[in-house]
């Protein structure tokens, strides 16, 4: 496990700590299950993505109290229940999407009332970075299909009921700090730099937090954990 806790787990650290909470991930592969069980054990977890084996196996079921074979593109959300999670988590999946923006409507209905919804995706910045192994580039990833910026998204967020807490270009000053000896993980690790060890050096990535009206959110806890 790594000794940083992922940028996208940040906010939910914040505001549940080690309390128990639902769950629903939106693009389960790459071992999503496991990593966020490493981080909150008590956390009930549901994933969505569109095949079962993109790079999932059987620890990463066991992990999952449900789990969703759908395409998000086709809109047909009605397996899933409403009014049901208290996080949705959807990191570096809308940009996948052409009609990402319904999705987030479909989506939507899903979250408790004062659930926590926490989105990220490459912005425009992207555009204009060099191209790298790994994805520096929005157009490094040939599955890219279209940029959203912050302020749509959270127009859109706000449009359905939430409150935006934050939106706006990603920086974690602590990965910042070490990206030295994250590039020398990378090269270890993977036999290259890749891409993403720059992505808050750059600001590759743009990400909106934001809570769904209608009743109380959790309550962060006194002494957050830190990132």
């Known amino acids: 496990m790594s000794i940083l806790l992922p940028h996208k787990f940040q906010e939910i650290r ?3 700590g080690d309390q128990p909470f639902a769950l629903l991930d939106v693009g389960a592969g790459n071992h999503s299950a496991r990593t966020a069980r490493q981080w909150f054990p008590r956390c009930r977890y549901t994933g969505i993505d569109r095949e079962r084996g993109y790079d999932n196996d059987a620890a990463d079921f066991a992990a999952m109290e449900q789990f969703f074979e759908l395409d998000l593109t086709t809109l047909r959300f009605d397996a899933i229940p409403d009014a049901a999670y208290d996080v949705i988590l959807m990191a570096h999946v809308i940009e996948h999407l052409h009609n990402g923006d319904r999705v987030l409507r479909g989506l939507a209905p899903k979250l ?11 912005g425009p910045r992207s555009l204009q970075l060099p191209s790298k192994r790994g994805t520096l580039n929005f157009w490094d990833d040939p599955t890219h299909v279209r940029v959203f910026t912050s302020a749509e998204i959270a127009a859109l ?3 359905l009921g939430f409150r935006v807490v934050r939106a706006g270009v ?4 602590l990965r910042i700090a070490l990206t030295p000896a994250i590039a020398v993980h990378s090269k270890w690790k993977n036999g290259y730099v890749a891409g993403g060890v720059f992505w808050d050096l750059l600001g590759f990535a743009e990400g909106v937090v934001a809570l769904k009206n209608g009743g109380a959110p959790a309550a962060p806890p ?4 830190r990132a």
């Open 170 to 173: 990603r920086r974690d000053w």
């Open 112 to 122: 408790k009332p004062g659930g926590l919804i926490y989105i990220e995706f490459p």
């Open 14 to 16: 914040r505001r549940f």
């Open 222 to 225: 006194s002494m957050p954990a």
């Open 157 to 159: 967020l706000t449009s």
